[in-house]
Nanobody, 115 residues
Framework: QVQLVESGGGLVQPGGSLRLSCAAS????????MSWYRQAPGKERELVAR????????NYADSVKGRFTISRDNAKNTVYLQMNSLKPEDTAVYYC????????WGQGTQVTVSA
């Protein structure tokens, strides 16, 4: 059974940091590209960051470049999103995504940036 379980969301003040984790099971994690997406109320889901399966190359949405870092630990079947210098506009539900031929989604974790 495939599972992607996100954790680490919460309420943080502007300028603060959070680290999201996504624990994967039920598939060969190291063979899948992993991504973080987010969806704010009333908006479409958007790609935040992506990391490849092979080289671990990364790319980011322009809105988070220099503030967010995606990484993966294949030994732990986990992908992370370190989020620094958070802004109110980063408020959203953050989703973990795994893709190769098939695509899997987590249930999401809420991130709220507010004073």
């Amino acid at each position: 059974q495939v599972q992607l379980v996100e954790s680490g969301g919460g309420l943080v003040q502007p300028g603060g940091s959070l680290r999201l984790s996504c624990a994967a099971s039920g598939f060969t994690f190291s063979s899948y590209g992993m991504s973080w997406y987010r969806q704010a109320p009333g908006k479409e889901r958007e790609l935040v960051a992506r990391i490849t399966s092979a080289s671990g190359s990364t790319n980011y949405a322009d809105s988070v470049k220099g503030r967010f870092t995606i990484s993966r630990d294949n030994a732990k079947n986990t992908v992370y999103l370190q989020m620094n210098s958070l802004k109110p506009e980063d408020t959203a539900v953050y989703y973990c995504n795994a893709v190769r031929i098939l695509q899997f989604w987590g249930q999401g974790t809420q991130v709220t940036v507010s004073a």
